[in-house]
């Protein structure tokens, strides 16, 4: 696989997000998309439906403007039809082509499918399905790479033992709160496959702290989960660090794991990420954090057995 890698993924589900094509809030987006390819690190994150679709607009537009390696920095997914849900060979190979189009390039070279909820894993492993979609992308040499790319680790782990992909990625399910990806990206990477993991930060309560409204899994954390962040956010505080930095260098020193996704938008967000990144963590913080015990994690993946 020719992918370049660094220990940041920047991922870009909010990036255009309420944008109009030639407004001034475009031009803006535009601006932050060209600081992330800026940026030092390897690979910008992106989907068909990102944004419904803008964040892919915006990272062309930002592409068209500054040349050189943008294009080739680039990774997307493919995703279900959003008016029916179809998520068949020839939606995959259709989400294709409307990601090259919006990107304004000719290939990526990682390709991952994306949420395959509307199928069931028969259905997308069958004749016709999604995985042969990705499959042919692949040896056609329209990409380089494909991945599996979702939340629930039972769902994924039936992808992962196809041992046609070469990439996984798996959020919220790898963070200080929650733990439970830990044995797929082992597994993942006893097959040779590349990993990343998304949403450190829980979706927002990692970096937001246990605040009113903070939410974990993009629904609000409950008392108790709220509770063990106070408890993590004093033990950071003593050391010296933030919880946000923790939380970000927990994903960084994962033994499976080669690279995390943060979503930025802007040349602010990157400047705040990299400060995180250069957070000197004591090594006596691990033993304090493990100490709290385990955080009550809301997820429950137990449906996708």
């Not at 294009?71 to 989400?95: M, N």
């Not at 499959?135 to 769902?155: F, Q, T, Y």
């Not at 989960?225 to 505080?237: F, K, Q, Y």
């Amino acid at each position: 696989m020719l992918i370049d890698l660094s220990p940041v993924t920047l991922g870009t589900s909010a990036l255009g997000r309420g944008t109009a094509p030639g407004s001034p809030e475009e031009a803006d987006a535009v601006a932050g998309a060209t600081a992330l390819f800026d940026s030092g690190h390897a690979l910008i994150d992106t989907s068909n439906n990102y944004a419904d679709g803008r964040s892919e607009q915006v990272l062309g537009l930002a592409i068209a403007q500054r040349g050189g390696d943008s294009a080739r920095r680039v990774v997307t997914k493919v995703d279900r039809d959003p008016a029916t849900g179809a998520f068949d060979r020839d939606r995959v190979l259709r989400s294709h082509e409307e990601s090259l189009a919006r990107l304004g390039i000719d290939r990526v070279g990682l390709l991952h499918l994306h949420d395959p909820y509307t199928v069931s894993f028969d259905v997308a492993d069958g004749p016709g399905g999604a995985i042969e979609a990705m499959v042919e992308l692949r040896d056609s040499g329209a990409v380089d790479a494909i991945g599996i790319a979702a939340g629930p680790v039972p769902m994924v782990r039936r992808y992962v033992d196809t041992d046609v992909f070469d990439a996984v990625l798996v959020h919220n399910r790898y963070t200080l709160v929650d733990r439970s990806a830990e044995p797929l990206f082992a597994n993942a990477r006893r097959r040779g496959m590349l990993v990343f993991n998304a949403a450190p930060f829980g979706s927002g309560l990692l970096a937001a702290g246990a605040t009113d409204g903070a939410m974990y899994h993009y629904q609000p954390a409950a008392g108790d989960l709220l509770e063990w962040t106070r408890r993590a956010e004093r033990v950071c505080a003593e050391a010296g660090v933030s919880l946000t930095a923790a939380a970000l260098h927990f994903s960084l020193r994962g033994p499976f794991i080669d690279s995390t996704i943060v979503g930025v938008t802007n040349a602010r967000r990157v400047a705040e990420l990299d400060a995180l990144l250069a957070t000197e963590i004591p090594v006596e913080l691990w033993h304090e954090l493990e100490d709290l015990g385990p955080a009550p994690s809301p997820i429950d993946d137990s449906e996708f057995e």
